[in-house]
């Protein structure tokens, strides 16, 4: 509950139906998907339920964002930011913290076809985006979360990896203008969006130094830094033809594939051969997807549900898979790319199990090329959250993963999460095989106490293990805790942070939580 | 103390840090450092210094912090210093010269990556890449003894849009001295671990993004050497192609070419592209005035290059989906009247695309060059153009670079003019600013703000940018050491 007089000033600001700090609204905000694990990460009873934020807010626009975190200064308020909302790192790390729900802020600013990119306010999501853009024969870079998350939040504030990587690249490197309510209130413009005259959303870095460093890193600070209301990023070329025939009813889509894709799905048999195989397509700049999953995660990718994954037996079976799609804008592109693929083949003696052993159903293609695949992984246990999470070379990736499968097998034989061999990793390329990264997503049962303390047992031994063994920085670095571990061996780069995170919000007023700190 | 025994003093702590041989107080040597081909005016410094090792430069900036005395770093052996941002602005100052860092400490060809100190130069790196088949995204026709480290520093634009992944591309990571002498090592680089324990396990330091929920790489860049010292850094490669097919087409229409040269970005098609008015052009690629003065009176106002490439068993077949997809695409545009020239042999272009140049190609046609540079959309363009030409219609060179995935373009007006005459110098002076004023007050972005347009550029910009930048500056250089008075750091 808020004090009357700051839950006046709020009303006043985004209307009296846009803000509530009632019991019903505030609880139900306290829940997320795999809270109950974040909580048992941090010692707490494994319930899937944060602090109760004091209300919710939906402001429509930047004004009135701005106004909110000027009251929120004023009385000492912390606020959490969310634009889709799905994940524990959107929930309020005390009970003096209010959620900017920013739902309300829906629209898609500009497609600009010329220039190629688009501006979008937070809660446009990657489907609703894409299906403008592919009017104009372009796409958008979505995270492998899939097409229902918001751009904005994957470019600003979360990560960043996606299936279509290769082609796509990552969500922080695409990032252009951008419109920013820092933590004190100020809105901040990056780039030619911060012109007095003629501001347009071109360029988001300068003039001079790039303010994109402070915004973000690697991982994004999740609300820690401010809230970020327009964005503009990249479009890239719609890789095939954007005519789509699609029938049938939900979830049994039949799709006619498009002109002109072809996927390939290889068993490379080693890491060692994968690794060649890995650098030796990217180097050809062919692939649209291009990205090594376990045997399992490759079953699950192609299966709807769990009686489905279970006849997968062909590629289940694979040992040291690669999944390679190519894709083309017109017939001789096809072929070429088909060509280069076929050399390749023949060079490191693989086999495409697609067309001789297997067949897909038409709908992975499609999901494909909505970035729909990641969503699989809930199919086992309902469960998943990734650990590690570092990127550099495919070799580190892959190193990685050999290194970890015993610690992965140990949680595995007790049962506390789900088996995948220890294999259970996703490798994607970048910009044509310039950097990968790797994430090892592990299944667990949310509803299961043991399975969820196992869980963040396990999570926690792979940042140990990281650590030790200089394998990089993983995904979720964040957090006092979390930097206090890391940073010592990461050139103390925890209190540059820390600096950072005064510099900008003096009075502590964006929920750190998921960031760090001035402490 | 009095100036010369605090003079003395510092000639004296710095011996003892990097050797009395690397330090000069030669008024010959200094005067060099008080001013370059810009009309920026500033001081001399105090003295030179010459390190040769990362812990010199943290041991100097740290003295620095003591002493209080100012820091220009300088990295490029080029006589041809441009742009005043290495000329001091405050009397106790001294040039930080890093040219005898000059290590290529790794070639990756796996990874596609390079290790280099500051002192690498284009006319090295090159030839010791393409000796491993690989290639650099260089700049147009870099000047072979430019520091490569401080162009990527500075993001002088790559002429391949389809690599140019992010504005900052292709710096990976950096190991950096702050401005409180603390060092720092950014991307992948910060560990854990040490680079070597990190290369032990297969890292090579190929993502500049992080540590972790920051990236400072991308404030170091761009920041004229204000906020840190850069000891090393990697770069991102290409490999050399086997075969490249250049294509020139000229016409008196930009609008034309503009939109052909998009549809080639847009679809990834070419690697080299970009669009140069004939003037330019002739300067490129020609080496004495008449032959620039011929050259560009056959060609056409407005010309666009861009190369295909391949590699491999494969490169015909590439090269032919290539040719006739943008065949295509000219046929769906109604572009195909678009005239092909031949007046240039295409080996000479590959030079100025593929090489370094040993004197700057913008000084072949009156030994002297004002630039006026910027970033823009493409619907300003033709505005720009307008503008410029009217306040200056002769010997001027220009020079658009779509980077960034074709996002933006760099916008290039070089004036030319002959230094040796007053009077044109002169007028020259009060064009640049005029023009430049102009383009600013017509929305153009100047992302690069170095001398006296700094002043003009953040006025043009919401005050909070500045207000940020400061911020920014007051954490990594707080007593602000580094380069003081560049960019909206007033001394
Ligand atoms: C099952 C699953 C799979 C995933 N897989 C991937 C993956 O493959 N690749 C990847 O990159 N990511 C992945 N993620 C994380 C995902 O990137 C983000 O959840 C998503 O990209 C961001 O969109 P969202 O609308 O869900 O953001 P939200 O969940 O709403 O927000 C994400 C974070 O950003 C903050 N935030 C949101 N909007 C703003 C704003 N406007 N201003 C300031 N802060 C804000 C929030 O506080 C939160 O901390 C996955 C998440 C899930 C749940």
Redesign the pocket.
Known sequence: MLQKQVLEQFQKIVGPENVDDGEVMTNAYSYN?CMEFVNSMEGKEPLPFSSIPKAVLLPSNVEEVQQIVRICNKYNIQF????????P??QPSSDNCVILD?RRMNKIIKIDERNLFAVVE?YVSGAQLQAETMKVGLMVHM???GPQ??P???A???????FTSPHTGH?ARNVLGVEWVLPDGEILKLGSTGLKNNSDWYIGDGPGPSLRGIMRGWA?A??GI????KVAFKLFPYPCSTKFKLSGISPNYEFEIPDYMKLYVIDCKSYNHLEKVFLKIEEEEISFICSHLSSYGLGAIFSNSIESLLDKIPIVGMKVPLVVLIAARTKREFEYKQKVMSKIMIDFKLENVIGSKYNPNSLFYAEALRSNL?LH?FIATGGFQSSKGQCDTVKVCLKTTKMSIPLKKKYIKRGVIGNDFGEGVWITSYESGHYFHIESPTMFDQTDEKSVKGMAENMEENHQFDLIKHLGAPFFVEGDKMHDLFGPEMMNYHIWLRKIKKAFDPNGIADSG?YISAK | MNDYESEDTLFHSLAKICGSKNITIDPQNLKLYSNDMSFFKGNSPNLITWPSKTQEVVKIIKLANQMEFSIIPVSSSSKYRHHGDTIPRKDNSIIMNLTKMRKVISIDKKNRVVMIEPGVTFEELIPKLRKKSLRLLLPLYPTGTKSVLTSVLEREPIIIPRYHWDTSDPLLCTEVVFGTGDLFRTGTAAGPGTLSQQKKVGQAHVNPMGPTQFSPYRVIQGAQGSLGIVTWATLKLELVPTVQKVFHYHSNNIEELLDFQQKLVKYRLCDETFILNNLNLACLVKKTRNEIEDLANSLLKWNLIYILAGRGDLTNDKLNYLEGDINDLMGDSNLEHLESSNLIDRNEILECTNNYTSEPWRTRYKCSYQDIFFISNFENISNYIKKVELKYPENLGIYFQPINQGTSYHCEFDLYYDSKNEKETKDLQGKFNEISIDLMDSGAFFNRPYGYWAKEVYARHIEETSIALRKVKSIFDPKNVLNPGVLCFDE
Do not use: E, R
Request: charged fraction near 5%.
């Open positions: 998907w959490k930011a969310q634009s889709t909302g799905l994940g790192w959107n920013l937070p995270p492998g979360a998350v918001s904005l939040a994957s600003t504030s979360m990560n960043g990896p996606g969500s994004g999740k609300s401010g809230v970020f209301t990641g992984g998921f």
